[in-house]
């Protein structure tokens, strides 16, 4: 799938299931320099999502606010794996295999059949600005709606600040 059609993917499921949301379109993001000076929103809506591969082959997308990191020891504890069987997917295998833009990449993605986890430092949030598959558009809905439509569990998965 391309990231094109993987935009309209996940639009057209947003729509078929009436989800209210908004897209913003911008300049192309590829790191968090860029989407703090870039987007047109402020970063405390801003929830980015990481792709990480088990060495048993699912995927495993994890939603964390903007700044957070993702803490790979509670990662493991909370997938039940050992630490080594967690990898960072590669950018070539985010794109030309998932269908996402870097800098684009949305906890939405059912076909794939990912594990999404949302850090618990979300769960606060009521508006969140995600990814949408393309890094110059950017999705804006409300929380409990990203959380339900991707199947989101909550998890404590990052560092403490």
């Not at 979300?122 to 110059?136: A, F, H, L, Q, W």
């Amino acid at each position: 799938m391309s990231t094109a059609e993987r935009f309209e993917a996940i639009i057209a499921l947003l729509e078929s299931k009436e989800i209210d949301h908004k897209v913003h379109e911008h300049e192309a993001v590829l790191t968090l320099q860029d989407i703090l000076e870039k987007l047109p929103f402020p970063d405390h809506l801003l929830l980015k999502t990481l792709v990480f591969q088990l060495d048993d082959g699912r995927w495993v997308f994890a939603a964390i606010r903007g700044r957070d990191r993702v803490d790979y020891k509670k990662l493991s504890t909370v997938l039940d794996v050992r630490r080594q069987d967690i990898r960072g997917a590669s950018k070539e295998t985010v794109v030309d295999e998932l269908g996402f833009d870097i800098g684009g990449v949305c906890p939405i993605a059912s076909d794939l059949n990912p594990i999404v986890l949302f850090d618990q430092k979300t769960t606060g949030m009521e508006k969140v600005c995600c990814g949408s598959g393309r890094n110059d558009r950017t999705i804006e809905m409300s929380y409990v709606d990203l959380m339900k439509i991707s199947n989101g569990q909550p998890s404590d998965i990052t560092k403490d600040i």
